[in-house]
Nanobody, 115 residues
């Protein structure tokens, strides 16, 4: 069964940076589209960014220019580099693996941006 394990969350001050990582196992990683989503309290889960198997990327308007998604197919890992963090970026961040109609989610990692 596919497993996705996120890491790298934590508490950071406004303007700071964090890098999230999502390690995938039991998956032919390089054929999957990988994404990061987030869910803040009282809000629906929303797309942050995704990267296709070919390396094309897409970002939510709210994070463009501040976040960068990347993947290392040799390590079966997708990353989300977050910079210039704002309090409104506070949420649980989830890793997603998608292939056609198949979706797999990680357990999530908390990111809190606060002074």
């Amino acid at each position: 069964q596919v497993q996705l394990v996120e890491s790298g969350g934590g508490l950071v001050q406004p303007g700071g940076s964090l890098r999230l990582a999502c390690a995938a196992s039991r998956i032919i990683f390089n054929i999957y589209q990988m994404g990061w989503y987030r869910q803040a309290p009282g809000r629906q889960r929303e797309l942050v960014a995704f990267i296709t198997s070919g390396g094309n990327t897409n970002y939510a308007d709210s994070v463009k220019g501040r976040f960068t998604i990347s993947r290392d197919n040799a390590k079966n890992t997708v990353y989300l580099q977050m910079s210039s963090l704002k309090p409104e970026d506070t949420a649980v961040y989830y890793c997603n693996a998608r292939l056609s109609t198949y979706d797999k989610w990680g357990q999530g990692t908390q990111v809190t941006v606060s002074s």
